[in-house]
């Protein structure tokens, strides 16, 4: 059988998948939602189960509007005006992505802005395609700007560590790095990192989360996904199907408000669950809604009862709940609570 071209090119890359199974990526974004804000740098390392690097990627990207605060990303207007556009990179992205198992940290954020970003390239290159069909630019070659990337798996460094129940008293990857052992700068901004270029920060935390996934592997079982079993909720961030559709779900019971402590979980109770807990969340929420409660991601006078499992030196969700007053209960003590869930409040 003659082998044409386009199976040497599967055959060849299939060999650079098999030989660098992972790749780790890093982003440079305006903000944090996906959103109302866009990326500007993105770095790219494939590796090996021997932490051996096989391809590198950076590109600075233009993202056509506000570049953000230059202390935000380390970019300034100027070298973001120079950068790519996204469609231009996306292609190489797909090539780096497609089958390896992508490393990042933070996925709904990460991985949020990578899918918001190839479908907004995907989305302008149909409309030009559409208008030269209609007559406008016939005879153009069609744009092809690539697909939203197809990585086998997605394994997400921070959630691991929430998992595994490492407490963190600082979440960027160097909090997690210095907390496993691994060796990194702290996190804390100094005059000597701010001289740094993007390239240098961004690539330094890349190579960073190689060393973080081979030892939090090591510490415990990681928090892994797939792509189908994601998608994006309204700020752009990619969760689980489950968590997306709890937040969209009717409320059929009012609110009986907070949880009073000593008494019963009541159906219409609204439920918040923090980072800091060991069973999956999707699980939580899954029982939650089993027992006709009310998942939300915002924490408010409203909010009946929080799921956290850290009870010191509260941050985040479980810090305002306490300053609000409201109730913590820990993973193990909500699946037993929502077990005896009742019509109304009770004792």
Sequence with gaps: MTMTNGDTEQDGRAAEVTEFPFVAVTVQATG???????????????????????????????????????HYHGLTHEQVAEGQ?????????????????????????VWGFLVSEARRAMNAAARTNRSRGRGRGRGRRRQRVGHVPKPAAIVDTLASARRQQILLEDTRPAGLALTLGVDAESPVATVERARQSEHETTRETNDMLIDIFFAIRDHGELSSAVPEDLRADRFGLQRSHIRVDAMEAPRPHPNPGPLVPGRNLARGMEVVIAPEVEVDPDVLIEAALKAELVYSEKLTRTTSVVVCNQTSDLRGKAMHAARKDIPLLSDAEFLDAVSRVQSKPGR
């Design 85 to 109: 556009r996204f469609s231009q990179v996306l292609r190489t992205l797909n090539r780096l992505l497609d089958d390896r198992t992508l490393v990042v940290h933070n996925a709904p954020r």
């Design 32 to 70: 944090i939602h996906p959103t109302t804000a866009r990326l500007v740098a993105v770095d790219a390392l494939t590796f090996n189960e021997d932490g051996e690097i096989g391809e590198e990627f950076h590109a600075v990207l233009n993202p056509g509007g506000d570049p953000g605060p230059h």
